[in-house]
């Protein structure tokens, strides 16, 4: 019998990729006739092999750090306060970063057979992955932390600040959520293309076109059921601006020109952020890292140049322009001493204190 069940046990990766096969077929013969679309099936297939063609041929994460910013002689000129914002754990976090364990399999399997069911539409959960419900929780629990005491110090940086994502579902989406309260009155989230992760997986490119907001179904849900004290399902539609979404990222382009761009926009005198003193970043870890590698001082050491900012942790910091009085080119630093870890804190490290808990969001979030 101890055989027996050893010999089905080695067999059952074999069961897998057939039942995996099985689930495809079937759901291509019952979906197919009924959502057929030319034009989305084309884009898919544009974009699914594009995103191979990634994978294998990007240089992404293939450059080197701009000069020391503390070696600089350049003076000062101007100075942001900037709070980066990790997006929630995505569909992609939640099927391949948690513990390989047994349970592993069956969750590859269940997000295969929703891929699958994506097949024909404009729409993935790996490409461009999506909020999980874990991460819809976490990005509510922004929300509940600025209305308590802790949140005190994010809620006077927001009052006078200038709203960004990336345009990247999961970062979109977080942002909206975690930030509804201060996105009335036409009050714009800028989605911005030089936002996009560092990286060579296929869930850091886009489905959104050049100067479109990202598709969020998930935040749309949550508002319109009013979860987060907004009474409509549009506002997702309504605050993102995508005027600065210029499209994916190509395969001649790396990290580093996205890090230069997002720092020439902040202190444009002619863009949005010329308005405000602070820039609110939701974002991603890798980008986030990198940042804090490139532009601050090299002989500072700061474990946000090495761990990850937690899934919704909130991090602000002092960003300056340095320019030559004799002119040429400018360049930028993070001032040490201003870094503060408002919510989460990093990876590696206990948390700060949060007001909520992700647990008591997920009801919530099941209850609307």
Same mark, same amino acid.
């Given at each position: 019998m101890l055989q027996g069940l050893m010999s089905l046990l080695g067999q059952l990766p074999v069961l897998y990729v057939l039942l995996l096969g099985l689930s495809v077929l079937v759901m291509l013969i019952i979906l197919t006739p009924a959502r057929l679309d030319l034009a989305s099936a084309q884009r898919k297939a544009v974009l699914c092999a594009y995103g191979a063609a990634y994978v294998v +041929? $990007?240089?992404?994460?293939? *450059?080197? +750090? !701009? !000069?020391? !910013? =503390? %070696? $600089? $002689?350049?003076? $000062?000129?101007?100075k942001k306060r900037i709070v980066f914002v990790r997006h929630g754990e995505s569909a992609w976090n939640e099927c391949f970063n948690r513990r390989l364990d047994l349970s592993f399999p069956a969750r590859l399997i269940s997000y295969l057979w929703q891929e699958a069911v994506l097949l024909l539409c404009v729409d993935s959960l790996f490409i461009d992955s999506p909020l999980s419900p874990e991460g819809i929780a976490q990005a509510r629990l922004i929300e509940q932390f600025l209305e308590g005491e802790e949140g005190e110090e994010l809620r006077r940086l927001c009052v006078s600040a200038v709203f960004t994502c990336s345009s990247l579902r999961r970062a979109a989406s977080t942002a909206i959520l975690g930030f509804v309260r201060f996105l009335g009155g036409g009050r714009p989230v800028w989605v911005l293309s030089c936002l996009q992760e560092i990286s060579r997986n296929v869930d850091t490119l886009a489905l959104a076109a050049p100067c479109c907001a990202p598709c969020l179904p998930e935040a749309g849900a949550v508002i319109g059921a009013g979860a987060v004290g907004c009474g409509s399902a549009a506002l997702p539609t309504q605050c993102l601006q995508a005027a600065f979404n210029k499209g994916n990222k190509s395969l001649g382009s790396h990290g580093a020109h996205r890090l230069e761009a997002f720092c020439d926009w902040v202190f444009s005198p002619c863009g949005p952020a010329a308005l405000q003193p602070n820039v609110v970043v939701t974002g991603h870890s890798l980008w986030f890292r990198t940042f804090f590698q490139a532009y601050l001082p090299h002989s500072v050491y700061h #474990?946000? %140049?090495q761990a990850k900012i937690v899934n919704c942790g909130v991090v602000a910091f002092d960003l300056e322009l340095l320019q030559n009085p004799g002119g040429g080119p400018h360049e930028y630093r993070v001032v040490p001493e201003s870094i503060v870890?408002?919510? =989460? =804190? *990093? #990876? =590696? %490290? %206990? !948390?700060a204190a949060a007001h909520g808990s992700v647990s008591a969001a997920r009801k919530a979030v099941k209850s609307d």
């Open positions: +041929l $990007s240089r992404d994460t293939n *450059f080197q +750090l !701009p !000069p020391d !910013p =503390g %070696k $600089s $002689s350049a003076t $000062s000129t101007a #474990e946000c %140049k870890t408002i919510k =989460g =804190g *990093f #990876e =590696g %490290k %206990k !948390p």
